[in-house]
């Protein structure tokens, strides 16, 4: 299963340049003439003054918002591992939905699946594969997998 990071220090590059974009909008739209005009007729100053505190609020509510994300997907997966019903899921088809997440492919799997208590199922279930991963994915490979007591249909592959 491919894992979503955030790398503190790239993160930190790319707010830092977002944030010096802004701040240099935002002083440059109090040294313009008040009486400044962007092409269509807007005022300038308050173009620069909007898009500058534009640039400074959108890295922050983007990273913010990819935080909470990777921590909802941790703790859906820590909650499948610890309270989910143990199974295997044999691959019945894979085929690739031409949709990438980055530069990973995203594969639709027709999985039979049998879990604890000899309950057997079908399920067609997308998710983003590593490269590394692809050839462990194959017609016919019994992977371990976790199923979501409440709702079959919420499964976590452990390859």
């Known amino acids: 299963m491919a ?3 955030i790398h503190k220090g790239t993160a930190l590059i790319i707010i830092i340049g977002f944030l010096v974009v802004g701040a240099g909008m935002i002083f440059y739209s109090y040294q313009v003439s008040p009486t400044a005009l962007t092409d269509d007729g807007y ?3 308050e173009f620069l003054l909007y898009f500058g505190i534009f640039w400074i609020v959108l890295p922050i509510v983007l990273l913010i918002g990819a935080t909470i994300y990777i921590k909802l997907q941790d703790k859906r997966e820590t909650n499948l591992r610890v309270n989910g019903l143990r199974g295997q899921a044999k691959i019945l088809s894979a085929e690739q939905t031409g949709r990438y ?3 990973l492919p995203q594969v639709e799997f027709l999985l039979e699946i ?3 208590y000899g309950e057997i199922y079908q ?3 997308k998710e983003v594969v590593g490269m590394l991963q692809l050839g462990a994915i194959q017609a016919g490979a019994i992977i371990p997998v976790y199923v979501d007591p409440n709702n079959k249909k919420n499964i976590l592959l452990d390859y």
């Open 3 to 5: 894992r979503w990071t």
């Open 43 to 45: 005022p300038l100053k």
């Open 101 to 103: 997440v980055n530069e």
């Open 114 to 116: 049998t879990i604890e």
């Open 123 to 125: 399920l067609k279930h």
